[in-house]
């Protein structure tokens, strides 16, 4: 090998290293400057002046906001998915993992509700169930309802189930008919309870 190859090795190395860092600061610090300000508050530029990063630096990562908040989404999913294929081989599939589990993607919602409604454009809000994430939330329900009662309809049950964690209905549960997060996740709770009863 001649010596300036190995150099480049070691260059890549360092590269991706430095390129992982600052993908990890730039969502940290997109996170930190959403909550305290909107997401409609903040621009990329402030991102990056907060990040302590170059503006190149940014877009190499992220090509705009939207970008940006899809990968803050797509980290907090990750985590939800992890806990909730942990807590399944712990408890299998029982009611009270089902009610475990809304009550997770009710707070999910909950957090990243500005970040839910961002409108993608052509594709519209990314709160729609449709979209692929949420589907996942729905496979996961619909799993657990055939676990718990074998003999129901666990398609429409989960169907059901599935359109009330709408970050649209939590928002307007919220807003316009003035219940607490604790009120939502309890009473959905209980709600699924008597379904599956």
């Known amino acids: 090998m001649m010596p300036d190859e190995s150099l480049n090795v ?4 360092r590269s991706r290293a430095d390129a992982i860092k600052n993908r990890a600061l730039l969502l940290a610090t997109a996170k930190r400057l959403f909550a305290e300000q909107s997401v409609a508050g903040v ?3 402030a991102v990056a002046d907060a990040a302590g990063v170059g503006k190149g630096t940014l877009y190499r990562h992220f090509e705009n906001k939207f970008e940006l908040s899809m990968a803050l989404l797509d980290e907090d999913q990750r985590d939800l998915q992890d806990r909730t294929l942990s807590r399944m081989r712990e408890t299998g599939g029982t009611l009270d993992t089902l009610k475990w589990f809304i009550g997770e993607v009710l707070l999910f919602t909950d957090r990243n509700q500005e970040l839910l409604c961002v409108n993608a454009g052509e594709s519209g809000p990314i709160g729609s169930l449709a979209h692929p994430a949420h589907w996942w939330w729905r496979t996961t329900i619909r799993g657990l309802v055939a676990q718990i009662n074998p003999v129901c309809d666990a398609d429409y049950i989960a169907d059901s189930i599935f359109v009330l964690v709408d970050v649209h209905n939590i928002y307007f549960l919220l ?6 997060l604790g009120q939502i996740i309890e009473n959905m709770q209980d ?3 008597r379904m599956l009863a």
């Not at 070691?10 to 190395?13: E, K, W």
């Not at 807003?175 to 607490?180: A, D, I, L, V």
């Open 191 to 193: 709600m699924i309870g």
């Open 175 to 180: 807003s316009e008919r003035g219940y607490s």
């Open 10 to 13: 070691i260059d890549s190395s």
């Open 43 to 45: 621009t990329m530029s």
